[in-house]
């Protein structure tokens, strides 16, 4: 297994650009999430998916688009990339959504807008 | 709301040294589980542990030990005769266990641990 695979790994953006991060697992984990990570700060949920097809917004989803068509995978769209989304993504998936299930994460996406 | 706090932004210590890190949690929920990740200089993140709201023995897997006290919403992580591959950013974090609520995790801020040698 894979286990949680991100690309790109780096990313450089401009102010308004758009662009998606893709992110996939291959453990048919039903639960998949997006984190950010500032400097100095833990992880704060942007978007979740309990199941293809399903999504939820975490608690800063503002400027951030998903979609579940598959169960492997669970890209994130910044429509209109600004500064303040300067930050290391990480993707994390799960058997389930319950907390009893660990969270795998990705190696993290580190993207800056300038 | 959830809350998880890692007052210890910081921790220096010298090899073999024990150390505890600290996390203190606010929740409305009855039902949660409780969290630590490790976080080397690499990136990555790795999970350490998991601790259901009901269970509230304490846990040791080699040099980490943890203690959850249900009375105090505290959940801390000890690691014993610290070694330098130990130095990393370590995350509290909280879930809830209902399914409305289902992985809304909340991350502590984190504590950076140094060991030197």
């Known amino acids: 297994n894979a286990g949680v695979t991100q690309t790109p790994k780096f990313q450089v953006l401009k102010t308004g650009q758009s662009m998606t991060l893709q992110c996939a697992q291959d453990?048919?984990?039903?639960?998949m999430s997006w984190y950010r990570q500032d400097p100095g700060m833990g992880l704060r949920l942007i978007h979740y998916?309990?199941?293809?097809?399903?999504?939820d917004q975490g608690e800063v989803p503002n400027g951030y688009n998903v979609s579940r068509s598959t169960t492997e995978d669970f890209p994130l769209r910044l429509l209109s990339a600004a500064p303040s989304q300067t930050s290391v993504y990480f993707c994390?998936?799960?058997?389930?959504?319950?907390?009893?299930?660990?969270?795998?994460f990705g190696p993290g996406t580190r993207l800056t807008v300038l | 709301a959830q809350k998880v706090t890692q007052a210890q932004t910081e921790i220096s210590v010298v090899e073999k040294e024990d150390v505890t890190l600290d996390c203190v949690y606010e929740?409305?929920?009855?039902?949660?589980?409780l969290f630590w990740y490790k976080q080397p200089p690499s990136g990555e993140l790795v999970f350490l542990i998991r601790?259901?709201?009901?269970?509230?023995q304490n846990e040791i897997s080699g040099r980490y030990s943890w203690n959850f006290q249900k009375s105090t919403s505290s959940f801390n992580f000890t690691i014993t005769a610290s070694q330098v591959v130990d130095s990393a950013v370590y995350f509290c974090?909280?879930?809830?266990?209902?399914?409305?609520?289902?992985?809304?995790?909340?991350f502590g801020d984190g504590t950076t641990l140094t060991v030197k040698p």
């Open positions: 994390a998936s799960s058997y389930s959504f319950r907390g009893t299930d660990t969270q795998y």
């Open positions: 929740t409305r929920d009855t039902t949660y589980y």
């Open positions: 998916s309990v199941g293809a097809g399903i999504t």
């Open positions: 453990m048919n984990h039903e639960y």
């Open positions: 974090a909280l879930s809830p266990s209902y399914n409305t609520n289902a992985g809304k995790s909340t």
């Open positions: 601790r259901n709201s009901f269970d509230e």
